[in-house]
Each structure stands twice: as C-alpha cells, then as structure tokens.
C-alpha cells in the first residue's frame, strides 16, 4: 500500500484546508483509512478514520463537526476537510490504512509521509 499525503500550509485561525492522500489503486476495497496528527513534542494521535466501505466515519471530539473525512474512489484519494480551523489543530498530519484503523497509531501498519499543518492564531 502506498500513501501519499498532501495539502497541508499555514492558515488563519478560522479558515479551512482540505488534505489529500493519493493511495494505490485498490486500497479502499482492502483497507479501512484514517488520518492522523502529530503536534511538536506530543504523541501522534488519532483523527478520524473511514471504513472499508466507507460506510462508516469516526472523528475524536476535538474536531468533530470541524473535519469531514471522505474519499474518491475513482480517483484513489483520501480527504481530510478542516474547516474553522484552530492554533491548536497545528501538527503534522499523516494519512494511514490497515484492515482496521486503531486509534493507537503502534497498531497501524501503512503510513503515509506527513503533511504540515499551520494554524496562526
């Protein structure tokens, strides 16, 4: 599996920015997909994640109805959109697969390079 993740820059507190992640062709039909974050010197933490079928969204509190995951099949690409945007949302942001996504990120088996995130407040 590989997993390339993009779109990540400095933004104003408030405003919006949508990650992508370019996966193999045939990912979303093996592997569930996630994203995760890592701010400096904090442990990387779960995002949000996606199922196999995409049926199926989970998100951590801190951005819940801020951050829609989603993804384009024809395309082979996941989505991270972040919208009202906040300081503490500044991290480097990693896109991730396995057959389960666990929110500890020692259980994930695919990563992809990160991306960062900047947020001014």
């Known amino acids: 599996v590989q997993l390339q993740a993009s779109g990540g820059g400095l933004v104003q507190a408030g405003g919006s920015l949508r990650l992508s992640c370019a996966t193999s062709p045939g990912t979303f039909g093996s592997y569930a997909l996630g994203w995760f974050r890592q701010a400096p010197g904090k442990e990387r933490e779960f995002v949000a994640d996606?199922?196999?079928?995409?049926?199926?969204?989970h998100y951590i509190d801190s951005v819940k109805g801020r951050f829609t995951i989603s993804r384009d099949i024809a395309q082979n690409r996941l989505y991270l959109q972040m919208n009202n945007l906040k300081p503490e949302d500044t991290a480097v942001y990693y896109c991730a697969a396995d057959r389960l996504i666990y929110s500890d990120p020692s259980m994930i088996s695919f990563w992809g390079q990160g991306t960062q995130v900047t947020v001014s407040s």
């Open positions: 996606i199922s196999r079928n995409g049926g199926t969204t």
